[in-house]
């Protein structure tokens, strides 16, 4: 193989295992003065044994399928992890009611995510790669569900912290192991990049919600089969039932002389624990042994070039930094969003609506409907938005969530109608689609080149939205929790109104540069613009017909 480099000399060296190729030559400021001033003359940089090897990848077309096991083991190993957690999330703020245990709980969790999305992701990823802190981070997992058996202050919110602790650096690897083989695909299959990236997002929160299913209809079971279910009457007073819905207020303790808010036994509680123990074990072994390491795809090319390494230091303010960029300054609002509804119709929808109308027992059957409707729609959506774009199905999760939250204001929950409950929560399932897979995607096609940094603010503020949301829970009525989430909604929307302007003006406007060649000499004399909307190993990937 021969590699031309700047000075348009051929470089005879032996064929090596990969596809190597020298980048031309670039102006160094370290030779300024070895050229006259009206010198157009550019200095190739020099040529050393240890930067030959950051070239090229060769991957033959037949890799796609290998992609796609990829991202299926991914998604299936979420889909365990979360069966785990999300059975036991939604269970906490009516089965560890006692002094706002379960929510304070869920609180520490996302508090502890927001410290952790801007110090660990970019850090513990340099140092283990992408598949080895997705493995250690989901293992952070284990230890909250193991305190199930032993519910206390010491024991949950510790380990809550340690979750908060390992989510950030799971979701960050998991979006940027996505988003670098979505591109991969997207080169070896000849399409837009944005669509292949929200597509993959799509079928990842397909089986991540359908965790939903799983891990409800795990805690539904039991607690139907136990001892104490034929004994549990639900209770139908009207006075009950007006402290239910947007009435219901934990202020002042009311709440606890709901029959239907008591705790179930502990051996139940145990029982759904150690399944759930179970499903964490599995999920990192799946990621061990089933996903491919992102250095096949260009993680360790990226990671070449010396004057691209970041001191310790510029690792750990890479999140911090991201804050700088307009766009992510726009898309804080909408991913607070994202945060909090997800915690209400975890926490405060189960409680205030259907534990206190329907009890304890009926939590799972509800949110079985919301996850199988989330999971059908994340595949739907990420498959539509290829046809009409992002923006309709935005607006149409944004107006769907407002509708709902109205109905929700007005709505008197009743157990003679329990189909309204699973109305509700299959509705807000396809609100939750939307954000999931659209505002995922956006992430991924605005910050192609800072990924991690990108992802890691992704869910530092949605882990923020959590934490609001969870720290007014036992200091907020229903009702009032819900026009704060109305104003937040708004506030988002208009925030990606900007965004979506801004990007499509820029990309009118490099379209007409690229046509006009006047236009794009004079661009060329410009300083460079930084581009975050192209990855640059999508100059590193080629393409056989092997």
Not at 12 to 22: A, C, E, G, H, L
Not at 220 to 236: A, E, K, P
Not at 379 to 386: A, C, E, P
Request: proline share 4%; charged share 15%; hydrophobic share 45%.
């Amino acid at each position: 193989m021969t590699a031309t480099h700047g000075g348009g000399c051929e470089d005879d060296r032996p064929i090596k295992d990969n596809v190597y190729t020298i980048k031309p030559g670039f102006k160094n400021e370290g030779f300024q003065h070895d050229k006259d001033s009206n010198s157009d003359i550019v200095k190739p940089p020099p040529i050393e044994e240890d930067s030959y090897a950051s070239g090229k990848v060769e991957l033959s077309r037949g890799e796609k399928w290998r992609i796609l096991k990829n991202v299926a083991a991914v998604s299936a190993a979420f889909m365990v992890q979360f069966t785990a957690f999300q059975g036991t999330a939604n269970l906490q703020s009516s089965i560890n009611a006692r002094d706002g245990l379960g929510t304070v709980s869920l609180s520490s969790i996302y508090a502890a995510q927001v410290v952790s999305c801007i110090f660990v992701p970019t850090f513990l990823i340099k140092r283990l790669t992408v598949k080895w802190s997705l493995c250690l981070s989901m293992m952070c997992y284990a230890p909250y569900i193991a305190a199930q058996f032993y519910p206390a202050f010491y024991t949950l919110v510790p380990a809550g912290v340690l979750v908060g602790l390992g989510a950030a650096p799971m979701w960050t690897s998991k979006a940027t192991y996505l988003t670098q083989v979505g591109s991969v695909y997207a080169k070896l299959t000849d399409q837009a990049v944005d669509g292949i990236i929200v597509r993959f997002f799509g079928f990842f929160f397909l089986a991540w919600q359908t965790a939903e299913l799983w891990g409800n209809l795990i805690s539904s079971l039991v607690f139907s089969s136990g001892v104490h279910s034929g004994n549990v009457s639900t209770d139908n007073s009207s006075s009950t039932l007006l402290t239910c819905g947007a009435n219901f207020c934990m202020i002042g303790g009311g709440a606890h002389d709901n029959q239907n808010l008591h705790r179930p036994p502990d051996n139940e509680i145990q029982e759904i624990s150690a399944i759930y123990l179970a499903c964490v074990v599995v999920a990192v072994i799946m990621v061990a042994f089933l996903v491919d390491p992102l250095s096949r795809y260009g993680e360790k090319q990226r990671k070449a070039d010396p004057s691209k390494e970041l001191t310790g230091i510029q690792l750990l303010s890479a999140t911090a930094y991201q804050l700088k960029k307009p766009n992510q300054q726009l898309l804080i609002p909408i991913t607070l969003w994202i945060g909090m509804e997800q915690a209400f119709i975890g926490a405060d929808y189960t409680q205030a609506y259907v534990s206190c109308a329907l009890g304890i027992r009926s939590i799972g059957y509800v949110m079985i409907c919301f996850g199988v409707v989330n999971a059908i729609c994340s595949l739907l959506f990420g498959s539509v938005m290829k046809y009409i774009g992002r923006f309709p199905i935005l607006v149409m999760g944004a107006a769907l969530h407002f509708g709902l939250i109205v109905w929700l204001l007005i709505w008197r929950p009743n157990p003679e109608t329990p189909t309204t409950f699973f109305v509700i929560s299959g509705l807000w399932g396809v609100g939750d689609a939307v954000w999931q897979t659209q505002v995922n995607g956006l992430y991924g096609v605005l910050f192609r080149r800072n990924k991690e940094a990108a992802f890691s603010n992704y869910r530092l503020w949605e882990a923020a939205g959590f934490v609001v949301a969870y720290a007014y829970s036992t200091h907020l009525c229903a009702r009032m929790k819900l026009y704060v989430m109305m104003v937040v909604l708004i506030i988002g929307v208009i925030g990606y109104l900007i965004v979506e302007i801004l990007h499509k003006r820029k990309t009118r406007r490099l379209k007409a540069i690229a046509e006009n060649p006047i236009a794009a000499a004079e661009a060329a004399k410009q300083p460079p613009e930084e581009d975050d909307e192209k990855d640059e190993i999508d100059d590193d990937i080629i393409v056989t017909h092997l």
